[in-house]
């Protein structure tokens, strides 16, 4: 998987506009506060943070992109808009607060809660590129993840029935260090960074016990380095969908505590 694919975006198009927009905003913010004042209170300053508090309230309909809700656009116009329409969002909010740093708390969350949302975001879109290109690129197996418990469970009834008539070293092998790790899904941030990750060292020891196993339980022996290694890729199949049904966790508890401190935000300087 080479670098170039996950950071290449899906529609050029829109991530240059993207740009363009957020260069018009730092410019303009860059002229007005040349020749005025710059406040967040009173004119651009306001217009940046009011034009981002609507971007914001857009990004939170995302979910009505589901099928059933979806009134309007394809999945991907619905996601590739989020994707952008927050980055310009941000791009506002820094204007807004004058490119420079908060004055006191609310601030310093809104502007690190904005920051955390739209970075969470990012990195959910190079999961979504990069796991499931990892996984048809690095392993054999596919699975559907409900299924990877039983399939395990499968696997390791298969590999017990392999060594039903074993002699002793091929017995002692088998139930200390073959069975504990077959006997259930081992899931680890690991597969991330390498998704065939401790293949190799994992099977040195069958190549090991081959030399001590009689001729006749070799090909037993090969059968249960089959069996470990489709094991392995159930557990980077689980791992890596678990990651990727997973890490909106990082993304939407942290957009939902924005919205509610803009809110208060908003409110206050209504009520002041
Ligand atoms: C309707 C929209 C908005 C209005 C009316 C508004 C209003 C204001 C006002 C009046 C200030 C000056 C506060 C002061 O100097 O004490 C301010 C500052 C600020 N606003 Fe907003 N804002 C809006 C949207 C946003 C959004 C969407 C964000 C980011 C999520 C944001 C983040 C900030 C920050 C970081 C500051 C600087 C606070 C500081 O210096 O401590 N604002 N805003
Ligand atoms: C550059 C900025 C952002 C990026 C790259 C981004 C990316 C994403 C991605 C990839 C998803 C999941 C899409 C899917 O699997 O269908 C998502 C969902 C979501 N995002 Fe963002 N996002 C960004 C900004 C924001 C902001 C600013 C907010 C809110 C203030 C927000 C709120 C949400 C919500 C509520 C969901 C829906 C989760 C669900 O489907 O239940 N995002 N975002």
């Known amino acids: 998987m080479r670098l170039g694919q996950i950071v290449r975006p899906k529609r050029p198009l829109n991530?240059?506009?993207?740009?363009?927009?957020?260069?018009?905003?730092?410019?303009?913010?860059?002229v007005v506060s040349y020749r005025w004042p710059f406040s967040p209170k009173h004119g651009a300053g306001l217009v940046f943070g009011v034009t981002a508090a609507t971007l914001f309230v857009f990004e939170m309909l995302y979910p009505a992109r589901r099928p059933r809700a979806r009134p309007l656009g394809t999945a991907q116009a619905w996601i590739q808009a989020h994707i952008y329409m927050g980055a310009i969002a941000f791009c506002l909010v820094?204007?807004?607060?004058?490119?420079?740093?908060?004055?006191?708390?609310?601030?310093?969350?809104?502007?690190?809660?904005?920051?955390?949302t739209v970075v969470s975001g990012i990195v959910g879109v190079w999961l979504q590129k990069f796991i499931p290109a990892s996984l048809a690129e690095g392993l054999q197996v596919e699975a559907v993840y409900e299924r990877i418990?039983?399939?395990?469970?499968?696997?390791?009834?298969?590999?017990?029935?392999?060594?039903?008539?074993?002699?002793?070293?091929l017995d002692?092998?088998?139930?200390?260090?073959?069975?504990?790790?077959?006997?259930?899904?081992q899931v680890s941030w690991a597969f991330l960074f390498d998704v065939r990750g401790g293949?190799?060292?994992?099977?040195?020891?069958?190549?090991?016990?081959?030399?001590f196993v009689d001729e006749h339980e070799k090909a037993i022996v090969e059968d249960l380095m089959a069996i470990y290694q489709e094991k392995m890729e159930l557990d980077a199949q689980r791992s890596l969908q678990g990651i990727l049904r997973r890490w909106l966790i990082l993304h939407v508890p942290a957009a939902g505590l924005l919205m509610g401190l803009l809110t208060v935000h908003i409110v206050s300087w209504i009520l002041y």
């Not at 204007?95 to 809660?113: D, K, Q, R």
């Open 94 to 116: 820094l204007a807004h607060s004058g490119l420079s740093w908060p004055h006191g708390a609310i601030g310093w969350l809104l502007l690190l809660l904005s920051f955390w």
């Open 149 to 169: 418990p039983e399939l395990v469970k499968q696997l390791l009834d298969e590999s017990d029935g392999l060594v039903t008539e074993a002699g002793d070293v």
């Open 199 to 211: 293949r190799e060292r994992a099977l040195e020891p069958f190549r090991r016990v081959l030399r």
């Open 172 to 185: 002692r092998f088998y139930r200390n260090e073959v069975r504990p790790s077959l006997s259930k899904v």
């Open 15 to 30: 991530l240059n506009l993207t740009a363009i927009a957020c260069i018009f905003v730092l410019l303009t913010y860059f």
